[in-house]
């Protein structure tokens, strides 16, 4: 069941296109969020959904019924900020309760609800204190106990962890999401924390300058990016790119980068022209390195350890060094010259305008796993 449905939802403020022709559906019970950088129009569209902002173009339907005109309280919709905006002077219980006691709901029910929503929330021996006597958890917590209380549809968080320290940000994060297998509720989540949106995400929504780059799952997004910006926004450290261009157009691509020299790669490129300015990426845990023989190969010009891993850092002559996920056990060090070893069945392929090339059907099968490169020296494409 389609519980949210955006049907080429436009914004506008000030002669300025906040939101360009977004569409999307949201399943009952799925949790979803919103990703993008500062500035694209996800909180925005948050603030649409609340009815705190209204519509310029487009329809918003709430199973099923149109809703652009409705009031917040007639949507059905309860909203976390990411201020706890708490007031001081009342108890647990009365923050949790303000929503309900403004819709006049009766005593006896209001008592019931915010005992359930305090117990939920892990909140039940705290209802008599003040939010200056809460850690910063706890009045997160509240504030969400606030908009669960009046047991909406649908549940909006607006940045929530982001006043909160590292270690809580962890905490509170496992939290919603156990607070979302129990209650089963639809959510709906804005972050501009990549984490954030891969570990709590059924489905994510990537936005960029108004408009709704892709929407998947988040093994989706990361394994098979729709556009180059996509795949350089999610993963930590970002996927590498290395500059390219087309020599061979056809299903199998005949692709020249500075760095690796000439490759075939499984990627459809027919509908482009030979010479096309192209981007080569591959993630840092998709590449493999081995010393080089001689004075051959790419310098190491950087080592961090993480205990765990380590991140290796390479020369390619381009404006952003080859980062590479390796054992600590590796041992490379600055100075040391390295050969490539790549995963082809995890490398992309993005046209000028930063479109993701498709794979052939079937493509890769007869191909090695990985393919071994020997660098070449930087020259200009």
Not at 60 to 89: C, K, W
Not at 140 to 152: N, Y
Not at 154 to 182: G, K, Y
Not at 340 to 352: G, M, T, V
Request: net charge neutral; glycine share 10%; proline share 5%.
């Amino acid at each position: 069941m389609i519980k949210l449905k955006l049907d080429n939802v436009n914004k506008q403020l000030g002669g300025m296109r906040i939101l360009r022709d977004v569409s999307l559906e949201i399943a009952a019970g799925e949790f979803v969020v919103f990703v993008g950088p500062s500035g694209c129009g996800k909180s925005t569209l948050l603030r649409l959904i609340a009815g705190l902002e209204s519509i310029c173009g487009g329809d918003m339907l709430i199973d099923g019924r149109r809703v652009n005109d409705l009031e917040p309280r007639e949507r059905g919709v309860g909203m976390v900020f990411q201020s706890y905006a708490l007031y001081p002077h009342m108890s647990v219980y009365d923050n949790i309760s303000f929503g309900l006691k403004l819709a006049k709901t009766e005593k006896s029910s209001l008592r019931e609800r915010v005992l359930k929503t305090a117990q939920i929330l892990q909140l039940d021996k705290l209802l008599q204190r003040k939010p200056k006597e809460l850690s910063g958890g706890q009045r997160q917590r509240v504030a969400m106990g606030r908009a669960m209380a009046r047991e909406p549809d649908i549940l909006l968080f607006d940045e929530p962890l982001s006043n909160l320290d590292a270690s809580l940000r962890v905490q509170m994060r496992n939290e919603i999401a156990r607070l979302h297998d129990r209650l089963g509720s639809t959510m709906i989540y804005v972050t501009h924390d990549q984490v954030e949106a891969m570990t709590l995400a059924d489905k994510i929504v990537v936005l960029n300058g108004g408009r709704v780059e892709q929407i998947g799952s988040p093994r989706e997004l990361y394994e098979r990016p729709a556009s180059r910006f996509v795949a350089g926004f999610l993963g930590s450290p970002r996927m590498n790119f290395l500059a390219a261009r087309l020599h061979t157009p056809g299903t199998i691509s005949l692709v020249d980068t500075p760095v690796l020299g000439m490759t075939s790669l499984p990627f459809d490129s027919t509908n482009l022209a030979a010479g096309t300015s192209l981007s080569l990426g591959i993630r840092p845990e998709h590449i493999s390195l081995k010393a080089a023989q001689g004075t051959g190969g790419i310098v190491v010009t950087g080592v961090e350890y993480l205990g765990s891993e380590t991140y290796v850092h390479l020369e390619t002559g381009q404006d952003e060094p080859l980062i590479c996920r390796c054992e600590v056990s590796a041992g490379w060090r600055a100075g040391d010259r390295v050969e490539l070893q790549l995963d082809i069945h995890n490398l992309h392929l993005f046209d000028d305008d930063g479109t993701a090339l498709e794979r052939p059907p079937q493509a890769g099968e007869n191909q090695p796993n990985d393919i071994s490169l020997h660098p070449v020296r930087a020259r200009a494409l």
